[in-house]
């Protein structure tokens, strides 16, 4: 029988504990050790089962145990500073408050992502930019950036994974309760629920709005399954990543179109739009949209307002890993959009292909996104070296190492990831401030002054407390599936918390190579078993993507491997990988192992959480390890080789990992003075805290956003808004005037006072008539272009260096003039380059317009001057 109403009825919270709500609320709680103390007491095994949702614990737990820890003094005096922490962490002066020079009204910057990785019992993200995304808000929370959050929320999330007896990844979608989850339905003045609206074809697709209060960063997010919409449209934001294409372009739209709308619906106003990745890439179509109707702008005019006020980062180290579509599937839900500005279908998916008039190409998010946009990174250094080259087809009159995207190298959330004793232990000997302190703080040389045996003995405690957790977790993962008494009874024996266990935890990709330890079977073998007792353990945790056969297959290839080797006790596949157990392995394993194929991992943050606990990496030179100092705070696998036979550079760095392994890592580990401390060993893991942690944490990276990028597009963006949009206008229109006329630019004579013959350091006068056509002088920039010369011709490493102008020739071509000199000896060269330059572009390489001398058709002239002008200039 169905019911004709339904209630939602929940404990009754005594007065005395109504505060308990307002922790629960604000997940604050996650990284505020204090606060999870409080909730365990509540109900320790409570606590456990509801997936640490301390929401959840209020709804369920009994009137009876509420009423108890009512009258306990001591629970209410720890609640108390619990809210008192809260409180002071809401209302205290911030980093952007002091760093923040004139910052706009109500200024606020908005960070889209298509996943969130905040909490364990907030199921919405599957990996590692998940987590990223959900440690950027933490962390703009610890800054005070006036920052807000926009993604979607998934009734069935991602998956939770489980094995059956084959070995075989197996996935699951619990259903996400969102009133029993700290989640908070908006609701308009007259207490109905906030509702947005997306044009699909045909229809109408609503979406209701949930807030995630993330310290002081609200995270909004979107939910499609209400009943206005068709069943069909209620699934839109059932899965994470789930479905076929037409569901991925859905579920992009509601995010990026949606988004937009959304922050309209809560009358804020952005003044700078972050996209993670280029899932949110339809937000600058919205955008523009809005633009054009509400401020009565051109379709150009109002994407230079969007452009200026747009960020984009992106993760992806391949091509594979970039969202396409075909054109016919973007014209048909987003058409509109190009009748709307009074574009040709044609020139419309041009926003999102390399080249513009290729018609067959597919339609790319990151294409567009970075068109969209006036700020683009890398997520470390060696990836936006990648990202350059990737995207490079953007700017093909650029050399690559010009390419406009630099690199902020990704962090972590230092108070999330470090376990809670080892933060302890790093508050009474460094200071509270050691999460946020930068690598020029003298308290990191305290790190040294911790004695070696209590570093030692607390990581030995989070080696136990890792142990036994993946033994509880194999127990009952065997159980859920029915194993048998015998399998649940050996799930309780593996692993041995007093030797060296490396851990490898990640996403079960193939170029991840997440059997490459297998290799050598007798090898690895006599590192597991050594017969010195010197023994070896692996905990390994991941999932593979649903559709991921071949990942799938990597994980049951170590459970078969495991199990035939008889090593099944001493290699542990910890199953249903989520933050949780992320958090037992970074600080109770020994090693953090990373090895996948140069350079595709973009930067990976599971090793920086290592670190963060003392770990020491032993890692390919990819990602964020490339720039670490790898030698002091690990084990470097390989020297940065790119290898074009992976059968042979999966030789090469299995030998590698194993050499390192024998001679190096587990001598190391086993060194032990008199009272079993590996002093060697210590020493390395101080060098990991203190070199790594101000270096990789997200407080200082969300520094490098706020500086570089969102402070400078917040600036950018209202400065073309000024007096009603007219520099915007202007730009606008200079810019259709500049691509009317570039083509009419010719560089002419260049006149040199040297020939072929330089000494180091010795002045080269150079001068360069230029002729601009309908131009101004003072929309280009004319560059001296110098560097050496390589095997095939061409320059390297060019430095560019600006020349000045100096008036008029009779002729009407413009002169420009410089002095220079080569620092380096050998064969040198140069040639001349055209940039455009306005006031409000947000750098000379945003039209992708770049004229370089032709060398077939420039004249050189050595030694004199033929005109009157030249002469002068000369002089």
């Known amino acids: 029988m169905r019911p004709i109403r ?42 456990v089962s509801s997936r640490y949702n301390p929401i959840l614990m209020l709804s369920t737990i009994s009137q009876d145990r ?101 070995g075989w990844q197996q996935e699951r979608y619990p259903i996400n309760d969102f009133y029993n989850m700290p989640l908070t339905l908006e609701r308009d003045a007259q207490g109905n629920e906030l509702r947005i609206s997306v044009d699909y074809p045909g229809r109408k697709v609503y979406a209701r709005v949930w807030r995630v209060q993330v310290g002081r960063v609200p995270l909004y997010l979107l939910d499609t399954n209400i009943e206005p919409n068709a069943p069909e449209d209620q699934d839109i934001c059932d899965r994470l990543y789930g479905g076929d294409i037409d569901m991925r372009i859905q579920q992009e739209m509601m995010l990026g179109i949606g988004g937009v709308r959304m922050l309209q619906a809560l009358a804020l106003k952005p003044s700078a739009y972050h996209l993670n990745e280029g899932h949110s890439a339809f937000l600058a179509l919205e955008r523009i949209r809005i633009l054009m109707s509400d401020q009565n702008l051109s379709f150009s005019e109002a994407q230079q307002v969007a452009k200026a006020s747009q960020l984009f980062t992106t993760h992806t180290p391949v091509p594979a890993g970039i969202d396409l579509f075909p054109p016919h599937k973007v014209f048909h839900y987003l058409g509109h959009y190009a009748a709307h500005f009074g574009l040709s279908h044609e020139h419309f998916l041009a926003l999102g292909r390399e080249v513009d008039n290729d018609n ?146 990640r996403r079960f990709a193939t170029y991840k190579r997440a059997t490459l330890f297998l290799r050598d079977v007798e090898r690895l073998r006599k590192i597991v078993e050594n017969s ?181 597009a917040s600036d950018r963006g209202q400065r073309l808004m000024a007096e009603g949009y007219a520099p915007a206008k202007a730009l606008s229109n200079w810019q259709s005037e500049l691509h009317h006329h570039w083509q009419h630019i010719s560089i002419g004579e260049i006149y040199l006072s040297h020939d072929m013959e330089l000494q180091v350091n010795e002045p080269l006068q150079v001068t360069a008539r230029i002729h601009l056509g309908h131009l101004q002088a003072s929309d280009v920039l004319v560059e001296f272009y110098q560097g050496g010369i390589d095997i095939d011709g061409e320059l390297q490493g060019g430095q560019a260096t600006s020349m000045v102008y100096r008036g008029q020739d009779p002729d009407g071509s413009s002169l420009y003039n410089l002095n220079v000199a080569y620092s380096h000896s050998g064969l040198q060269g140069f040639s001349l380059r055209v940039l455009p330059q306005h006031e409000h572009l947000s750098s000379p390489y945003a039209t992708r ?27």
């Open 66 to 166: 509420l009423q108890a820890v009512a009258e306990d003094g001591g629970f209410i005096a720890q609640m108390s500073h619990a809210v008192e922490r809260l409180e002071q962490y809401l209302q205290e002066t911030s980093w952007y408050d002091a760093n923040r020079q004139q910052p706009t009204e109500n200024e606020c910057y908005a960070y889209f992502s298509m996943e969130f990785g905040l909490t364990t019992c907030l199921p919405v993200y599957s990996g590692g930019l998940g987590v990223l995304a959900g440690d950027h808000l933490k962390t703009a929370s610890d800054l005070g950036l006036p920052l807000v959050g926009v993604g979607l929320l998934y009734q069935e999330g991602y998956f939770a994974q489980y094995l059956n007896a084959d």
């Open 360 to 505: 067959e190409s597919s339609f790319s998010m990151a294409v567009l996104a970075i068109k969209m946009a006036s700020f683009v990174n890398g997520v470390s250094k060696l990836h936006g070296a990648v990202s350059r080259k990737m995207f490079g087809g953007l700017w093909p009159h650029l050399p690559v190492n010009e390419v406009p995207i630099t690199s902020i190298t990704n962090g972590v959330h230092a108070r999330s990831c470090v376990s809670r004793s080892t933060q302890e232990l790093y508050d009474r000997y460094l200071g509270p401030t050691w999460d946020s302190a930068d690598a020029n703080d003298p308290l990191w040389d305290k790190v040294n002054a911790i004695p070696d045996e209590e570093i030692w003995r607390n990581h030995e405690s989070c080696r136990s407390h890792l142990v036994m957790s993946v033994r509880d977790r194999l127990y009952k993962a065997v159980k859920e599936r029915g194993g048998s008494h015998l399998e649940m009874e050996r799930a309780q024996e593996v692993l041995d918390p007093s030797i060296l266990t490396i851990g490898f935890a």
């Open 532 to 712: 010195l007792g010197r023994r070896v353990q692996f905990v390994i945790a991941g999932k593979a993507h649903p559709k991921d056969i071949p990942g799938k297959e990597l994980i049951r290839n170590i459970i078969h491997f495991t199990r035939d080797e008889g090593l099944d006790r001493s290699i542990v596949f910890v199953p249903n990988y989520d933050i949780h157990v992320a958090r037992w392995m970074v600080s109770g394993c020994d090693v953090w192992l990373n090895n996948p194929r140069r350079p595709r991992e973009a930067s990976g943050t599971s090793g920086m959480k290592a670190a963060m606990n003392g770990l020491p990496n032993l890692s390919v030179l990819d990602g964020w390890w490339d720039e670490a100092d790898y030698s002091k705070t690990g084990w470097p696998i390989g020297s940065g080789e790119d290898y074009e036979d992976q059968e042979y550079q999966d030789e090469v760095e299995a030998n590698d990992l194993y050499e390192l392994l024998e001679n190096e890592v587990v001598p190391l580990f086993y060194d032990r003075n008199d009272h079993g401390i590996p002093r060697g060993w210590v020493a390395k893991m101080k060098a990991a805290i203190r070199l790594n942690t101000p270096a990789f944490n997200t407080a200082r990276m969300l520094q490098e956003y706020a500086t570089l990028g969102y402070f400078a």
């Open 849 to 875: 317009l770049v004229l370089w001398a032709d060398p077939d058709n420039v004249r050189i002239v050595i030694g004199h001057v033929e005109s009157p002008s030249l002469a002068q200039v000369g002089a």
């Open 6 to 47: 339904t209630f939602n009825v929940t404990p009754t919270l005594p007065p005395s504990l109504a505060p308990l709500k307002q922790l629960a609320e604000n997940i604050h709680w996650d990284w505020d050790g204090g606060t999870i103390d409080l909730f365990k007491r509540l109900d320790p095994e409570l606590w």
